[in-house]
């Protein structure tokens, strides 16, 4: 069931405008510096689904990139600032710089992991503050590089189910429009499915955004309808009208963990009468501004869902974007993309090498 796209509505904010031309593709693999291969998505059996991209527009990414993590970047680094002028690696100055990667939201866990790498191969020796940014940049870029991977569509399914979860407002609606565009343009026939049937907005949001992007969007009859119910019908649709991609939005309110989990875990369940692999992806997707809150709901997803992958959103407006750094020290999950603002064009491939320069301001 197809509902009408609805013009007239008007939503709680105005979605942002896409710009299509900006959107066309994501990266491809290019072997020259500075960036590595890297793409949003593949298709199975396929290499990265990008056309390759001018560097000079992969320069133009870079350097959003980097304006975008310049907060983060600022927290970071003026804690070192000043930290290692023509200093000896030592036992105190090593405690400061964990201290300082702690403060900069990389967690216990990676700081402790970076300043032991530190202490082997650098101790007593005398360094700089820019010796030391490019090392961390090295040391980080070694945690992320293993998380750096696109997400897998295996489009011989028809559809692959792609469930998009996470707390309301980290950007799960936007991230599925995005996502939606950057599909469709690649040609993939992409459904999206309006799983939180008691926030009309969200509803409202989903249908605005699928009439932009040219998806078909299925949504409740009425507010508060079974959302597994809802899912069933729109994957048995999608089987028939032999649809790409089928993402499916949900609910995000955590203040009733375990009413949530059950909802989750019914139209995981319901899915998979219809089909029983679904769904075959499972995206969370985390607000890179929640800092360390982000690794608590990340916990607490990943035990109510099989979660396979994370987009970080809002890294421009965030100031903890080396939370990225203390998500994949702790759960390795894959990063599939990171947003750093509202137009489709700002989700972008997560590319563990740029992050990690960004995140130091190196270029
Ligand atoms: N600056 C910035 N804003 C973003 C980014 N991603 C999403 N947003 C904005 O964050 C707000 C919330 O996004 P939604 O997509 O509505 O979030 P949601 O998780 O679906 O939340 P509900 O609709 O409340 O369930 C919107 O204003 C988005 O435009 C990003 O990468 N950067």
Avoid: Y
């Avoid at 796209?5 to 896409?18: F, H």
């Avoid at 089987?239 to 955590?254: C, H, K, N, S």
Wanted: include cysteine.
């Amino acid at each position: 069931m197809t509902p009408p796209v609805q013009p007239d509505i008007t939503p709680p904010a105005p979605p942002p405008v896409i710009p299509t031309q900006a959107l066309a593709t994501p990266a491809s693999p290019v072997p020259a510096s500075p960036t590595p291969p890297s793409a949003i998505w593949t298709t199975a059996g396929s290499t990265p689904a990008a056309a390759p991209v001018a560097e000079e527009a992969r320069t133009g990414w870079f350097g959003r990139l980097k304006q975008g993590l310049s907060r983060s970047t600022g927290r970071l680094t003026d804690g070192l600032t000043g930290l290692f002028t023509k200093r000896k690696l030592d036992d105190e100055a090593l405690e400061e710089l964990e201290e300082a990667l702690i403060t900069a939201d990389l967690g216990v866990s990676a700081a402790g992991r970076i300043v032991e790498n530190f202490r082997k191969s650098r101790f007593g020796k005398e360094v700089t503050d820019q010796e030391v940014k490019e090392a961390l940049a090295a040391e980080i870029g070694a945690i992320l590089a293993p998380v750096a991977r696109p997400l897998e569509i295996d489009t011989s399914r028809k559809p692959h189910v792609v469930l998009v979860v996470g707390v309301n407002g980290t950007g799960k609606t936007t991230t599925i429009a995005k996502l939606g565009q950057q599909w469709s343009e690649a040609g993939q026939k992409v459904t999206f499915v309006a799983g939180d049937t008691f926030r009309a907005a969200a509803v409202e949001q989903l249908q605005i955004w699928g009439s932009r992007t040219g998806c078909d969007v299925v949504a409740p009859a009425k507010q508060g309808a079974d959302a597994a119910g809802l899912a069933f019908d729109a994957l048995k649709q999608a089987q028939e009208r032999q649809t790409d991609i089928l993402l499916v939005d949900t609910a995000g309110r955590l203040h009733n963990k375990s009413a949530l989990m059950e909802e989750l875990r019914k139209v995981v369940r319901v899915m998979q009468r219809v089909d029983p692999t679904a769904p075959h992806s499972v995206l969370l997707v985390l607000d890179a501004t929640t800092g360390q809150n982000a690794t608590q709901q990340c916990k607490v997803f990943a035990e109510m869902v099989n979660v396979t992958g994370l987009v970080v959103t809002k890294l421009d407006g965030s100031a903890k974007g080396g939370i990225v750094v203390a998500l994949a020290q702790e759960f390795g999950l894959p990063v599939h993309a990171v947003g750093v603002g509202e137009k489709a064009a700002d989700l972008r491939p997560f590319s563990a090498r740029d992050f990690s320069r960004s995140l130091l301001g190196l270029d």
